[in-house]
């Protein structure tokens, strides 16, 4: 898995995606931080997502069981869709990941109030 | 001998790594099941894009995440075409769309507040499969088949 910059194409260290094969499905944050991806792990599929600005990665087993095929990562973290294959049938699962992830917020919006304009 | 090692080391890295526990949104998810099959998602600000459909018809189904509740995309589907893929921007506004209409496949950008479907080319030509619009909308990226190779295309929308 390549993550390349744009404009320019300049290519982005990924601490834990870059060598692990067959992946599928990247999906990006709004900066960058976070990458969505389906990997597999020989008969197995897991969702992970790396977090760049921590250089760690987490795995998110889905409850319920089936294969995740395909993810889209919502621009800011918050949530996330899963693209399953469950007993021949292919369904979409949404999920929070509020509680997992920090947000990843498009630059110059305000998380926190309080204090005075400069 | 590294060439096995570093490939085992990242398996066992991403196996050993700390599960964090998936909260589904149930109500959420009940009103996708009630379009029946779904495939392809696309998540951007309050919106979610999918491919829904049942007895093998599927159509691009656009969904209010804040309300739970589907939004009119007029224009946009066809009884004889089959959609393939499908992106949203995070206004809601933009979507992309690959679908196969009388044997071609065509990459589409359609606008919702216009309900206008605009058809862009590739250029050199190709067989487009997947697309990825930029959360603001303003620029596209495509995965083509040309020949015989799998190449990404980047556009900008104005």
């Known amino acids: 898995m390549l993550l390349q910059s744009q404009p320019g194409g300049a290519l982005q260290p990924l601490r834990h995606l870059s060598r692990q094969t067959p992946h599928s499905s990247p999906s990006l944050s709004w900066n960058g931080r976070y990458l969505a991806a389906v990997v597999s792990i020989g008969e197995r599929r897991l969702v992970v997502v790396e977090d760049r600005l921590r250089g760690s990665v987490l795995r998110l087993p889905l409850p319920g069981g089936g294969q995740p095929e395909r993810v889209s990562l919502a621009p800011d973290g918050g949530r996330l869709a899963v693209q399953l294959q469950q007993q021949g049938r292919r369904r979409v699962q949404l999920f929070s990941l509020s509680a997992v992830l920090e947000p990843d917020r498009p630059g110059g919006l305000r998380v926190l109030g309080g204090g005075s304009e400069p | ?158």
């Open chain 2, 1 to 158: 001998m590294i060439r096995l090692l570093v490939p085992m080391a990242v398996t066992l890295l991403l196996l050993g790594c700390q599960p964090m526990a998936l909260q589904p949104l149930s109500a959420l998810n009940s009103r996708i099941e009630q379009a029946g099959g779904s495939r392809e998602p696309a998540l951007s600000g309050r919106w979610l894009a999918l491919i829904a459909g049942r007895g093998g018809r599927e159509r691009v189904e656009l969904l209010d995440l804040d309300r739970a509740l589907p939004v009119p995309v007029p224009g946009l589907n066809r009884v004889d075409a089959q959609p393939l893929s499908v992106s949203v921007d995070a206004a809601g506004e933009r979507l992309a769309l690959v679908r196969q209409l009388g044997g071609r496949t065509e990459l589409l950008l359609y606008r919702r507040s216009l309900a206008s479907l605009q058809r862009l080319d590739l250029q050199p030509d190709g067989v487009p499969r997947r697309v990825q619009l930029r959360a603001d909308g303003r620029q596209l990226a495509v995965e083509v088949s040309r020949e015989g190779l799998w190449q990404i295309d980047l556009f900008e929308l104005p």
